[in-house]
């Protein structure tokens, strides 16, 4: 029996079984729909409506044309919906680690989904708005992507991946308008390769520096310029993420999965999650893990059926 990688849970969230690649669905909001979070990008279209998006980042009203782009890990909701109507798309990190490992060197696609959601203001959101025609033609991807979602991701992968590549391009390039153009330097994709490859590593940005064959004032320039942030702050929205992702997934204790993530000082540990996601790791485990919880299960007996 085939099973449909994307699920939803009694309360209406959206979530992607294992192997997963890409999927969009709309959606109607008509009044709110409650704070919870995933580990999966996913990117709002507003199709109609109107509604106010509520992120660690603040409060943004939306409108019609308007795009969120979320990062794994970022708790949201939606209050004051009136008639609400989005386009959700959803994929797994994995794909960005595998066939759009590319998509990092690319100067809009690197922005929209790497340095401008990680800039120090935003903690894993950025907003992009569209024009009509823009968004008609990411609704055109999106449907497509959409009558893709019965097919066997092991004979439709390129044509997902394609859709998918297609849609995150047009975003890319209303996300990049009015920022700086050209092609991130090299040893800043390096560098965020090494941070994010080795998180639990005590890295200096003097080691990082060397490791590079940069000098430290001439690194910090160049990841500044490119993200917004000095190294060692990108690291720690990286540290964050990765720690989100482990209070969800696993069981470990909190102390351990600081650890874990390149933080031993439980302290430490526990002022830079709060700074990053507005609550403390031991809170954000107890609004969201049970219900990822339950969606494991629930994917588990269906799997079954």
């Not at 994307?6 to 969230?13: A, D, R």
């Not at 959601?117 to 990411?138: F, H, I, K, S, Y």
């Not at 940069?214 to 917004?228: C, D, E, I, N, Q």
């Not at 990822?292 to 007996?301: I, M, P």
Request: with cysteine; proline share 5%.
């Amino acid at each position: 029996m085939r099973v449909d990688p994307v699920g939803e849970s009694k309360g209406g969230l959206l979530y992607l079984r294992e192997g997963a690649q890409a999927r969009a669905l709309r959606y109607l909001h008509t009044t709110v729909q409650k704070t919870h979070t995933h580990s999966f990008f996913e990117l709002a279209f507003v199709l109609n409506g109107e509604g106010v998006h509520v992120t660690p980042a603040g409060r943004d009203p939306l409108r019609r044309g308007d795009v969120v782009v979320l990062r794994p890990g970022v708790w949201h909701s939606y209050e004051e919906c009136r008639d609400l109507r989005l386009y959700n798309l959803c994929f797994g990190p994995e794909i960005l680690n595998r066939e759009l490992a590319w998509c990092r060197e690319d100067p809009g696609l690197g922005y929209l989904l790497w340095t401008g959601p990680m800039a120090m203001q935003r903690r894993g959101v950025l907003n992009a708005l569209l024009t009509d025609p823009r968004l008609t033609e990411c609704v055109d991807h999106l449907d497509a992507l959409a009558e893709l979602g019965s097919e066997s991701s092991l004979t439709h992968r390129g044509d997902m991946l394609a859709r998918l590549t297609l849609a995150l391009s047009v975003v890319a390039r209303a996300a990049r308008e009015g920022e700086p153009a050209g092609p991130t330097h090299s040893a800043v994709l390096n560098a965020m390769r090494l941070l994010e490859e080795r998180p639990a590593h005590p890295w200096t940005l003097a080691e990082l520096a060397d490791e590079l064959h940069l000098t430290s004032g001439y690194l910090v320039r160049l990841f500044k310029s490119a993200t917004g942030l000095p190294p060692m702050a990108y690291l720690a929205r990286h540290r964050v993420e990765k720690a989100a992702e482990l209070l969800l997934d696993t069981d470990e204790p909190v102390t351990q999965i600081g650890r874990s993530v390149g933080w031993p000082d439980q302290n430490y540990f526990a002022r830079r999650f709060k700074a990053h996601f507005g609550v403390t790791a031991t809170d954000y485990r107890g609004q969201f893990a049970t219900n990822r919880a339950q969606l494991r299960t629930k994917s588990a007996s269906d799997d079954q059926g």
